[in-house]
């Protein structure tokens, strides 16, 4: 079941989304540490991130899928939130130099469907950043945050998927070494956590950040709803035995 956006706005608001977003949002800024005259679009639930960017990007959008809901955002100026079918979004082609998918492509019924449509999005040179929930971490392996619905990726996994649909991975780090809990004592230490584990790499982190850029050649036929021409073929002379042996037509058999 997808997520709602009741929930997603909760779970932000409570101490530990709180600390969630300040450490996910540390390494965002590391890889798009200016926004200046970029556009910027977050796709999912991407608002508690995107907020770093504003009067730098040229315009910073965020799209959230239908079956979620949608929430009006910034609070303190016109609206730049939308909900929309996250296959058909109401962008034209190449408009978008940076695009940060959170709470997306775990929880999308088509992931690769998704990704096609970030791909056409995305300017050449343009990048992407995903946040999805780490397979083999805590976060995972219960429901009771965000990062523990939908579909949790390997890195290997995901590496694959980002390939198979175009996009080159150039960057990934794992994210959230602390436990999903939410007891004061567990918060208290939750940055030296995270200190700790991004210095020594240790297993377990909630979720992975992956950046990658777009493939430019992407080969037509890979576009979604492409037309396929099957022409009528007349149907190819009989060969004789020695054309067939020879691989060509040399010898056609004509008659008896």
Known sequence: MALDVVDLRA???????????????????RRWPDGAGASVLGVG???????????????????????QGVVAWPKDGPNASALVDLLDMPLPDACVDRLLLVHALENADDPEGLLEEAWRL???????????????????????TPFGHGRPYSRGQMRDLLRHNMFTPVFSCDALYMPPFRGALALRAS???EKLGEALGLPGAGVMVVEAT???????AARRGARRFSPDLATAPALSPRARRLGGPQARVTGP
Not at 15 to 28: E, I, N, T, V, Y
Not at 214 to 220: D, Q, Y
């Open 191 to 193: 940055a030296a956590m």
């Open 11 to 29: 779970f932000y608001v409570s101490p530990l989304g709180k600390s969630a977003q300040r450490f996910l949002a540390r390494l965002l800024a």
């Open 214 to 220: 777009k493939e430019v050649f992407r080969p037509v």
């Open 122 to 144: 995305l300017a050449p040179g343009g990048r992407m950043i995903v946040v999805a929930p780490n397979r083999r971490g805590f976060w995972a392996r219960g429901d009771t």
């Open 45 to 67: 639930y991407a608002i508690p991130y995107l907020g770093q960017w504003r009067g730098q990007a040229v315009r910073l959008l965020s799209f959230m899928p239908a079956q």
